[in-house]
């Protein structure tokens, strides 16, 4: 039987995310995400697109590598102003019941220890539905921001697998699950003894205590990562249950799940305990000339200076220094390598100049831009899945909220109809939707279930 399509919504707490210029955009209300109602309607709206989970990003500083400053992410509002996602999630989980929360926090930014009670926070007040995403910042400017010196690409992931072995204590080991007893009797709410100190002393952290918030329904949040790098690979197929790839086309995403999974075999786990997802945007019209019509017209909004400054915060490459017209030759970067070799080697049938990233860009981001009616994407989106052996997509959007409630009236129902998304949630919690009814918790072969409490 083909395998069920998971759909997570690809988000940000800020008006600008993957598509630059399209809040101008008349039907556009990316400017209203400060407003709470917008989010609960949202909610709402994914819940009832039975999504598993709205996916927040996030980052910790303004793309300035394009132009050398901050002012052209400012023009566009790209990815700036950018609120606390953390904020948002109690009041979008008070009006649904089953959809997930996948929270973006730096694990290179980031501490441990209050890390670790606000994760365990909302996964209590949300009854199990939230996960992580481990980043380890790409941006420069986040580095300046919190005063120290970027570390370089690789040694951003030893701090991460450091980062994740203290969560996972925390979470994981230094409260036993009956360790809050609520004994009016004996007048003992937590036992003592069944609480320990997971004394970490380590090269990046050191960490005396317990966590502060007791267990909570999952522990350990579902761990969500999108490195792409071989090094990210590595941290992602150990650690990673909900996987992300950027790729531009479904046959290069083959060879990508194919490594992480055979990689997540060889870290002790099976192939399919990594749910592996790729971004994607969808332009629905009832037919597909009505579509392109759509997405015509959607291009007269985009803004290439916004795509540039979110290519330049990628891939560390400053588009400005270019020649807009002539090809952009692979190297190396500090930022995010995949990215720069997407538009430079992985694709040897297309050499990409500066204006073609940015025309590219501008609507959807890096990933590809699904254009047509529902029957149209429905297939795309079933090809994108079974020829890249993926689990599920993560659904971006050139026009808010109108491309995502396009999509969840009409072609969820007939991926619905198709039997390829499932017609009511299986499970309450989000760890539930991945590892199947019952699996609240970390499989005992995930490296948070091994971690010993007195190893550092
Ligand atoms: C779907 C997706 C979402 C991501 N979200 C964020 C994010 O919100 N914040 C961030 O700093 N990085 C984000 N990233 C970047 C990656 O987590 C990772 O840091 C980046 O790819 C660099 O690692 P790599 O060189 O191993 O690929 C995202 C990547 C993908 C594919």
Redo the contacts with the bound molecule.
């Keep these: 039987m083909a395998k069920r399509i998971g759909l997570h919504a690809?988000n940000?707490t800020a008006a600008g995310h993957q598509s630059s210029g399209m809040w101008r955009h008349p039907q556009s209300q990316a400017a209203r995400y400060k407003d709470l109602d917008y989010w609960v309607d949202l909610a709402r709206t994914l819940e009832r697109g039975r999504f598993d989970s709205i996916?927040?990003?996030?980052?910790?500083g303004p793309y300035d590598v394009y132009g050398g400053s901050p002012d052209a992410a400012l023009r566009n509002g790209m990815q700036i102003p950018a609120n606390d996602p953390f904020q948002y999630v109690s009041a979008m989980a008070s009006v649904t019941s089953r959809l997930g929360f996948a929270l973006?926090a730096?694990a290179t930014f980031e501490h441990p220890y209050p890390l670790a009670r606000r994760f365990s926070t909302l996964d209590h007040l949300t009854k199990g539905r939230v996960g992580w995403?481990?980043?380890?910042?790409?941006?420069p400017s986040a580095s300046r921001n919190f005063g120290v010196s970027a570390l370089p690409?690789d040694e951003r992931?030893e701090m991460a697998e450091e980062f994740l072995t203290v969560m996972y204590k925390l979470w994981e080991q230094s409260w036993d699950d009956d360790a809050v007893e609520v004994d009016r009797e004996r007048g003992v709410f937590v036992n003592p003894d069944k609480v320990h100190p997971i004394r970490h002393k380590g090269r990046y952290f050191d960490v005396d205590g317990f966590n502060m918030a007791e267990p909570s329904p999952q522990k350990t949040p579902v761990i969500f990562?999108?490195?792409?790098?071989s090094?990210?690979?590595r941290?992602a197929a150990r650690h990673g249950e909900g996987l992300?790839?950027?790729v531009l086309n479904s046959k290069l995403s083959r060879a990508i799940t194919d490594d992480i999974r055979t990689q997540a075999e060889a870290a002790g786990r099976k192939r399919d305990d990594v749910s592996i997802?790729t971004?994607l945007t969808a332009v629905i019209a009832d037919s597909d000339a009505e579509a392109e019509r759509k997405y015509r017209e959607y291009k007269e909004y985009a803004s290439g200076e916004g795509a540039m400054t979110l290519f330049g915060g990628f891939s560390g490459l400053d588009l400005a220094k270019f020649d807009k017209d002539s090809p952009l030759a692979a190297g190396d970067t500090n930022?995010?390598?995949?990215?720069l070799d997407l538009f430079t080697k992985l694709d040897p049938s297309k050499k990409w100049t500066p204006a073609d990233i940015a025309d590219h860009m501008s609507i959807g981001g890096v990933e590809p831009v699904l254009v047509g009616s529902p029957e149209t994407v429905a297939d795309e989106i079933e090809r994108w899945i079974d020829e890249g052996d993926l689990d599920g997509i993560?659904l971006s959007y050139a026009v808010t909220p109108h491309d995502i409630e396009a999509f969840v009236d009409t072609v969820v129902p007939e991926l619905q109809k198709r039997g390829r998304v499932w017609k009511d949630y299986e499970g309450e919690t989000l760890r539930e939707y991945f590892s199947g009814p019952g699996n609240n918790r970390l499989s005992p072969t995930h490296p948070g279930s091994l971690v010993s409490r007195n190893a550092d």
């Design positions: 690809f940000m996916f927040l990003a996030d980052v910790l973006t730096s995403n481990i980043v380890t910042s790409y941006l690409h992931y990562q999108a490195g792409a790098s090094r990210g690979r941290f992300f790839v950027n997802s971004i930022a995010i390598q995949t990215v993560n």
